[in-house]
Structure formats: C-alpha cells, structure tokens
C-alpha cells in the first residue's frame, strides 16, 4: 500500500484519532486500541475509541456520537477499519453505508490476513483512502497487538524494583517496600495495560502479592500466571482473592495438578534439565489472545526469560537506597560465564518518578 504525507490538518485529526485510542489502553484487551473522529470542512462532528471487546469499535462509536448527517465527510481513525464479521459488523461496511467521502487512517491492520482488505473494500465503494506515511504513534500504542499479529507473540515486558545498587531484596529475603508509592502507582498503570502478569512460586511465598491492577479507572484485570515449577501454589494465595483468571504452570513431565483452586486453571508445558519452556508458555498466552505481558519475578525467573531471549523492554525502577553486597540481585544467570557473553540492552528512556527513577531499555539486537 503506498502511503502519503498528510496536510497539517488532517495530522492533527488523525492525532486526535490517536489520542482517543489510548482511552482504551486498559480494556480493549485482546483487541486493538483505536480511536476514530468525523469532521466536515476541519470541524470534528463526531468522534469515539473502542472500549470493550464486543462492544462497538471506534468507528460505529464516531457514527453514534456525530450530531449531524455524515455524507461526505471525512474519517481519521488510528488503524485500518476492518473488513470481517466478529462480534460486530465490519466497520469499512459501516462508512460506506453512511456515505463518507474519505477515511484517512494511521496504518493498515497488521493481521497479515486481513491487511489492506478494508481499504480495499473503501476504495471500491468510491471513498477515498489516505494512508499516513507516519504511523508511530499508532503503532506503538498497539506495540503488543502488532506483534501478536506479525510473530505469533506478545510483546514482553520484564519489571524490576531494585536498590542504587542494584539489589531486589536484603539478606533476610524482605522487599516491601524498596521503592515508593509514585513508583508503585506507575507500576499499576503498567498492570493494567497488561493482558497477563508472570511471576514465579518463590514470589508467591516471599510476598503473597495480589497481582492485580489497582488504577483509578476502568480496566479490565489481567489474567495472573504462576510459574510453579515443582512446587505448587498455597490454596490460600493472595492471587486466588481477586477477581480474574489465575494460570498456573508446570511441567508436562509431572502429573497434571489434580486439585486446582477454584477459579484456577492448570497448564502443562514442556521442559528441558528441569527448566520450563518459557518460549512454549509465552506462545500459548499468544494463543489466547495476550498483546502485552508483564513479567514480575524474582531474578531466577527474570535471568530465565532474558537468557531465553523473551524480554522486550526491561523496566527498572531504582531507589536511592544500598543495602550491600548481601543483598539479592535482580538477575540470576548461570549460563554467563565471561564477559564476552554478556546480553547488551539499551536505555531509551530515564525519569524521576517520586524519589526513585524508571529506566527503560530495550534489547540491542531486537529493538521495537
């Protein structure tokens, strides 16, 4: 599909296309976050963002909220309009049936199967189509969804709360809390854009955390997974108060886990010298529909997805504090044995937040 430089008018509505999609940056879950705006002459006369997966997408949402007739007004929405029926109609049949004369969009559907099909279906109706040549900001907040969509998995995210030197925990195990509340508010927030949250068993025993998202807005709660290894989770866990699916995990080599708490689901997958395969159980997330997973783990675990080279973005979140040498680490990773094994990351992205500082670094060899 060619794409085109928009006039500064239409950038700045499709802009605001792409600001109403992150209205649904914490309950679109499993679907895209998409924003849509109907305007005459560069005046918006409607405009809405999807919210829930079945509910309406941002287009029928626009259509609903204009306050006057749309025939041959322009449309500026943040992705692709679809062309297929799901829970609802597809939305390039939408537009065309209310008569709009163009739809300028931020990028195409990243599903590979359905890909540039609505534009097509627009364009034969008669409706002009502009595809922007800047779809960035689009794509980033989709960031997870397109790579589900292009590689079959989610964009994986891997938190860490740690000290000024570098430790996650003192010599007595104790963690609560090394960073303050600013850093923890954020960290919710990171939560709630997330479709599942990973943590291992020791986590689980240190800590007993509720691994919910504790945000001042709707959300829809991401579904918690417990790598369990060998051992098995306590029936009076925190994780098994909330609302919300709880996945526990452990090898295929062991029976399945006869006596599930309720409102638990148990999934077997394979593993090598007493080692799950993290790839296998991040592919079977994808499988059921997660763009975004957060990894929120003691650094045995941590160490085990950067090693098998799963992590995305490393979050760090550092305090102004040491605690020595004796204290515990953030990564445990065996295999590295010189320096020249070392992984290489890179910081794109250091704030203040509150007292403590978050770090954002992506791989080197991956990027976004």
Known sequence: MITTPLSEQDTTLLDRAVALAQKGLFTTKPNPRVGCVIAREGKIIGEGWHVRAGQVHAEIAALIAADHDV?????????????????TGPCATALIDAGVARVVISMLDPNPEVSGRGVEMLRQAGIQVLISDNPEQARMINSGFCLRMEKGRPLVRLKIAA??????????????????????????????????????????????????ARVDSDVEQPLRVVVEGRHVVPPDAAIFNEAGRVLLVGPRSLPSRKEVPPGAEYLSVDSHHEKLDLGQLIKRLADQGCNEVLVEAGPTLAGAFVSAGLVDEIWIYQSPDIIGESGRGMFVMPGIKSIQEKISFELIDSRPVGGDVRSIYLPREKGL
């Open 71 to 87: 025939r041959g007004a322009d449309v500026f929405v943040s992705l692709e309009p679809c062309s297929h029926h799901g829970k």
């Open 163 to 212: 000290t000024l030197d570098g430790r996650t925990a003192a010599s007595d195990g104790s963690s609560q809390w090394i960073t303050g509340d600013s850093a923890r508010k954020d960290v919710h927030t990171l939560r709630a854009m997330s479709c599942a949250l990973i943590t291992g068993i020791g986590t689980i025993r240190a800590d007993n955390p509720r691994l919910n």
